[in-house]
């Protein structure tokens, strides 16, 4: 008997964040960005001093995607919400 196996490939993201409010760039060291799929945490990393990130999670058996930002006087925001991507590494750069 054949057996299939669905592949689960990771998702590689990266990319800049940056703040509408420059006053505030000086708070982007250390900011946090999570991803989420309803109540389960998939990936967190935190932002380093030039306000670059990285996230590697595996979204198989999931179908939509919610990325948020807090910490350094933040509270918790929603970035925003996606259904799936059409690529394993994607590029996302943030103005929050």
Do not use: C, M, R
Not at 59 to 66: A, E, L, M, R
């Amino acid at each position: 008997a054949v057996v299939y196996v669905k592949a689960t490939y990771p998702v590689y993201i990266s990319g800049h964040v940056q703040f509408v409010n420059k006053t505030n760039q000086s708070k982007i060291k250390g900011l946090e960005i999570l991803a989420k799929s309803g109540d389960h945490h998939l990936a967190q990393t935190q932002v380093d001093s030039l306000g670059n990130y990285q996230l590697t999670f595996i979204p198989d058996g999931y179908n939509v995607f919610d990325f948020y930002y807090f910490g350094n006087g933040f509270d918790t925001t929603l970035i925003k919400s996606v259904k799936g991507f059409d690529d394993q590494l994607v590029e996302w750069n943030l103005t929050l």
